[in-house]
Nanobody
Framework: QVQLVESGGGLVQPGGSLRLSCAAS????????MGWYRQAPGKLRELVAR???????NYADSVKGRFTISRDSAKNTVYLQMNSLKPEDTAVYLC?????????WGQGTQVTVSS
């Protein structure tokens, strides 16, 4: 099992940057995959970025070149660096961890991109 706590959300102007953090309650070294999802009002939850324990990453097409996911095993933390933010990036961002056949979620952090 693992508990996940997100932080770093907030209000930012279009073109700005934010870095989200997801702190895990245990070592993430052997966690198969950790990722970030987002859910906007009235929309389905969607994958934003995922980082696997072997080092591979994948991104939604809408964020490629703007967002970067990284894992810091020493700090048991996963980050999502978000640059060149757009109003359509506004959503609740949720951290996700897959351990074996189990999936765990954080409570989410709100990101609002608006002028």
């Amino acid at each position: 099992q693992v508990q996940l706590v997100e932080s770093g959300g907030g209000l930012v102007q279009p073109g700005g940057s934010l870095r989200l953090s997801c702190a895990a309650s245990r070592s993430i070294f052997d966690i198969n995959a950790m990722g970030w999802y987002r859910q906007a009002p009235g929309k389905l939850r969607e994958l934003v970025a995922r980082a696997r324990s072997g080092g591979t990453t994948n991104y939604a097409d809408s964020v490629k070149g703007r967002f970067t996911i990284s894992r810091d095993s020493a700090k048991n933390t996963v980050y999502l660096q978000m640059n060149s933010l757009k109003p359509e990036d506004t959503a609740v961002y949720l951290c996700n961890a897959v351990i074996g056949i189990e999936t765990y979620w954080g409570q989410g952090t709100q990101v609002t991109v608006s002028s």
